[in-house]
């Protein structure tokens, strides 16, 4: 069975006070705050970023590649596929997209697990709830991924799962949000089916309650999971995101997971249980070799924004368009004939003098030497902005549009969006780094691709 | 080392209409009124005379038929021709090489924009379909790049770079308010100008030119043939056309503080009409001023004034209507907006009133050569058209 060798999370810069939403619909006692997509961020681009971080460092490639979302941005036309093109896998990964439910997450999770070759799960959620409800409130929009392979430095030790079909909560397509039923009644339901499941898998593992360092639990009702964590008596650790982040459904047992191992220590027992259309429990051993990272910082910086910047980012408020034309929608065969570039950021460098060319070049631009390129990936690669500009007149997604001239280390002059900047704060040397985010949603064709963001003091 | 000929032919008729929001007016009405303004300048020459037309039009319709049919043209070789905002420069320049070759003897380059049937703000550029990668931005915006950069090389403070703007809006307004063809007729202060709130950058609404409907007709022959048509022609010194790479946006020695091209096109304009010293030799300019850096910059690349100095020469009214070198004494496309397709044209028009005496109380004194300036694109991927006119053959 596959192990654990990387990991990685990502979360947006964005936090919501959940007292200040509370406000608004004149409710009190709400605590902590929520992430949120920015404007420009779906569970796909969530999950590009997260599999990049996973990938960093890693020298595998990935045979299958299974994606989990409970709110998939592309319907029908899957969005594994746009993931592992943007983070450059082979083209022979089967790319496989699991979703619509909370418990789809699990389920890449353990399809990957499953697999005899290298694998990759990509865990993301963009958590909605009607205005004023408590999922508005307590969601949390995340991702996170696993690269899954032999000589892990997790093993997955045991697994135990039981399906039930609880009707705890509710959506169909179209719907803004869920409704739920008495979440007393979903925990008296809900948590006996944790336990079961938890007992079995310790069983399995041959060891009990006290030889785990940490459990994570994920329960979509918060008062099942304090159920749950209270009648195992185990520790949930210092990075539970509950309160920082919110729950983000199909990737919280990521998320959690993630910032469990980022902890850990090595010879450590770990605990992973949830409760979604019954319940799944593993028990994970990290091993002699195994080193935790300091990757904590994601869940807990982040920048306040106001409530109502929230609902327009959302599209519960709709901004007023302006007397400017839609923006193009991309066409398919272009697409398809740039897609090094379009997908991964990959441009071209000349073979013969070194300039390096984005997009890719035949001829150079410095010698005019014609088909002597060389493909040359940017996406990981930071630069800085030598000037910029701010659109006020541009239809945007979230006006103004802010484009900055950025110069990359190495070499290499591109001229693109700026994403998660204020436009004000934005200066000529700041530095950058790239991520992949929506720029348009054309004739219902969503157009990705890469915009620079400032580097956060955090992350660098 | 150029080797393009001297242009050996001239411009013996114009016309051209008022530059305005024609809320009652169609291309077609706009294209009748320029193209027969031109003939009766020509001292009444029949329609039947002209041999081919060139029209030049950016979006307003395609083919030669846009021309032919509200004119009634029989089977004349009519070119629709396109080169983004440089589109009525490119009508004249090709319209004069199919005389000086000798393939016609009398021809006519027309310009033509109809923007106000759109519900648009600001200029929309069509394109072909893309990848989506290229960055969506408006024409103040691409622009707007010039003035930090500009700033910055220079060690110019923004404030200064704001006089100097707001001077070049308030020359070219006051240009406009005493020419009956301008769109917007109405001098605005410099401090008005420079108490706008911004759309672009450092950009706002009096840095930019405005969206207008317009067009514009010019009558071409050889020399030998002037007599024929006017005892006051406008000689034709020099054409130049430079197309960029269009590498500016990815190569890391482009700076945003000059146009390559006009640069290239300006040097050789200036090469075909033996100009050694612009600064002095050039009389009166027309250039582009989309935006008013644009025209700032364009200073320096047109040789006007040394690097780094056109601040300091816009600020001393260098380019006053009253000063050595007047530029844009029409109003430029400040006030006349930019209907694409005529305002190459109405720069040429400006000059034939020029030369003529008939420029009213814009009237430059002894002007020898006359220079227009029509780019477009955006800094770091340019066309760009240079013209010397001139009263003599040279």
């Not at chain 2, 393009?4 to 209409?17: D, E, L």
């Not at chain 2, 582009?288 to 040394?306: A, I, K, N, Q, R």
Request: glycine fraction near 10%; include cysteine.
């Amino acid at each position: 069975m596959n192990g654990i060798i990387g990991w990685g999370s990502y979360v947006p810069r964005a936090r919501l006070d959940r007292s200040a939403l509370a406000a608004m619909f004149q409710l009190s006692g709400a605590r902590g705050m929520r992430s949120v997509a920015g404007p420009d961020e779906d569970s796909l681009t969530m999950g590009v970023e997260a599999t990049r971080a996973a990938l960093t460092g890693l020298d595998v490639s990935p045979e299958s590649c299974w994606f989990a979302t409970s709110h998939a941005p592309m319907l029908d036309r899957g969005n594994a596929a746009v993931l592992a093109a943007a983070v450059d896998l082979d083209d022979t990964v089967g790319a496989y997209d699991t979703g619509g439910s909370i418990r789809s997450g699990m389920a890449a999770f353990r399809a990957a697990v499953a697999q005899s070759g290298p694998a990759l799960a990509a865990l993301a959620d963009v958590r909605f709830g009607r205005p004023g409800s408590d999922d508005e409130a307590n969601g949390g929009d995340a991702a996170a991924a696993f690269v899954f392979g032999p000589n892990p430095l997790v093993e997955v030790v045991s697994h135990s799962t039981v399906s039930s079909p609880v009707m705890d909560r509710w959506r169909s397509e179209g719907d803004i949000g869920s409704s739920t039923w008495d979440d007393r009644w979903t925990a008296e339901h809900q948590v006996p089916l944790v336990e079961r499941v938890v007992t079995e898998a310790l069983k399995s593992a041959g060891i009990s309650e006290s030889d785990l360092s940490v459990a994570v639990v994920s329960c979509p009702s918060a008062r099942a999971e304090a159920q749950v964590i209270a009648r195992l008596g185990v520790s949930i650790g210092d990075t539970d995101p509950r309160s920082s982040i919110g729950y983000s459904g199909a990737a919280d047992v990521g998320v959690r997971l993630a910032a469990a191992l980022d902890a850990a220590g090595p010879n450590q027992w770990i605990l992973v249980a949830t409760g979604a259309d019954g319940a799944d429990a593993m028990v994970l051993k990290t091993t002699t070799d195994f080193v935790g990272s300091a990757n904590v910082s994601r869940i807990a910086g982040g920048n306040t924004i106001e409530p109502a910047t929230y609902l327009l980012w959302r599209g519960l408020v709709e901004r007023a368009a302006v007397r400017r034309p839609p923006s193009e929608a991309p066409a398919a065969p272009a697409v398809a004939r740039n897609e090094p570039w379009k997908l991964a950021f990959i441009g071209s460098a000349c073979a013969s003098c070194g300039t390096r060319h984005m997009p890719p070049q035949r001829v150079c631009l410095r010698c005019q030497v014609v088909d002597e390129m060389e493909p040359v990936v940017l996406r990981d690669t930071q630069a800085t902005v030598r000037t910029f500009t701010i659109d006020r007149l541009a239809a945007s997604i979230n006006p103004p549009v802010v484009v900055g001239v950025l110069d990359f280390d190495g070499g290499g002059r591109y001229r693109c969006q700026m994403t998660d900047v204020i436009a004000s704060d934005v200066a000529v040397g700041d530095r950058v780094e790239m991520v992949y985010r929506l720029v348009a949603v054309s004739n219902g064709i969503r157009n990705y691709f890469w915009k620079a963001r400032p580097v956060s003091e955090e992350d660098s | 080392m150029s080797k393009t000929k001297f242009p050996t032919v001239a411009i013996v008729g114009m016309g051209c209409t008022r530059f305005s929001d024609h809320w009652d007016r169609s291309a077609d009405d706009l294209l009748i009124e320029a193209v027969h303004g031109a003939l009766e300048s020509a001292g009444g020459v029949s329609i039947d005379d002209i041999d081919a037309y060139w029209l030049g039009t950016a979006m307003s319709g395609q083919s030669g038929l846009v021309l032919s049919k509200p004119l009634k043209l029989q089977n004349k070789p009519v070119t629709r021709v396109e080169n983004m905002c440089a589109t009525g420069s490119e009508a004249v320049r090709n319209a004069c090489y199919a005389v000086a070759s000798g393939a016609y003897d009398t021809v006519m380059a027309v310009g033509v924009e109809k923007l106000k049937d759109s519900n648009m703000t600001g200029l929309v550029i069509p394109t072909a379909p893309t990848d989506g990668s290229e960055v969506d931005l408006t024409a103040p915006a691409m622009f707007s790049f010039l003035v930090p950069a500009y700033a910055e090389k220079y060690g110019v403070s923004l404030e200064t770079m704001r006089e100097a703007l707001s001077h070049i809006a308030a020359k070219n307004h006051a240009n406009g308010a005493i020419n009956e063809r301008a769109h917007f007729q109405r001098a605005v202060p410099a401090e008005t100008i420079s108490a706008a709130p911004t759309i672009a950058g450092e950009l706002n609404i009096f840095d930019c030119s405005g969206i207008s409907d317009g067009a514009a007709a010019a009558i071409i022959c050889r020399l030998e043939d002037v007599h024929k048509y006017t005892t006051n022609p406008m000689y034709v010194r020099a054409l130049s056309l430079a197309v960029g790479s269009g590498t500016g946006a990815t190569d890391t020695e482009y700076d945003y503080t000059t146009f390559p091209e006009a640069v290239a096109s300006a040097n050789e304009a200036y090469r075909q009409a033996g100009v050694t010293d612009p600064a002095t030799e050039i009389s009166m300019a027309e250039v582009h001023d989309c935006f008013t850096p644009t025209e700032l910059v364009l200073m320096e690349d047109m040789g006007f004034s040394e690097r780094g100095a056109a601040i300091t020469d816009v600020l001393s009214g260098r380019y006053d209507l009253d000063g050595a070198l007047p530029v844009n004494p029409d109003g430029g496309l400040k006030s006349f907006g930019h209907p694409i397709g005529a305002s190459g044209l109405r720069m040429l028009f400006e000059m034939w009133l020029q030369f003529r005496g008939e420029a009213g109380k814009r009237q430059i004194a002894d002007a020898k050569l006359g220079l227009t300036h029509n780019l477009g694109g955006q800094p770091g991927e340019v066309v760009s058209f240079v013209s010397i006119v001139g009263s003599e053959p040279g």
